[in-house]
């Protein structure tokens, strides 16, 4: 594996001609990031990943400053999986002089972890646009997690890129809560808590899925949720999930949650 700080070097180093899969992170790797880089693995001759931490997408500083950090780990696991290239650049080397560290939102896209973190997806539309600009790849992968992000860096690639996107299903522990490098730093309690919310939405869309009039029922839930100790619901809304509007049926709906657990903010889509 070749690392590489600096994007211009990447490129000189790097054939894009070939078929090159990227994928994009913040570090704290876990299997969902794993699963990401072996689809990559599997269909491209050569595997990139990006460890940044994005500045421009933490819309307060002290969820910036208390993102988890493990690179030392982060590299040994990228050692053991065999990829190409890791590119770790710098919040400068990213955003060089006069690059936009936003980048705007339709109205309607302003719904959810949009409306509720303002200026978070303008910040991630920026830098995966930044990173797309400078490197070509054939192929970028995103999972299903952050699928809000997912459905918005799609539109924006298809507008402006010939990078084909990739998602990839959401990975579950054993007690079904979506793996994400904020669970770190959960304590042992606030998973079962997380558990708890996970097993009690997929139940839930089951039971939609066979008679969608149920959703009448969502502010039980929401009751349910917010009733246990230190949880918070943000959001938790039922949209299409092709467009996210609010129309949908019991064939192609999804159940949308943003919570905070114990002061750290959580999102999963079931
Ligand atoms: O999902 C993430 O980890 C980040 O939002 C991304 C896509 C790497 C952009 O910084």
Redesign the pocket.
Known sequence: MIIFKSINKLNKEVNFKANIGFV???GSLHKGHISLIKSSKKICQKTMVSI?I?PS?FNKKSDLMSYPRNLKKDIRILNELKIDYLLVPNAKEVYKKNIKKKINLNKKDKIMCAKHRPGHFEG?LA??NQFLERLKPKYIF?GEK?YQ?LYLIKKLINKKFKTKIISCSTIRDKNKVALSSRNTLLTHNDMKKSSFVAKLLINFKNKLKKSIYLKKNLNKIIFEINNLKNIKIEYLEIRSKNNLSKVFNKNNFKIFIAYYNNKIRLIDNY
Do not use: C, E, L
């Open positions: 994009p992170t913040m940044f994005n997408q991630v830098v995966i995103f952050d992000q």
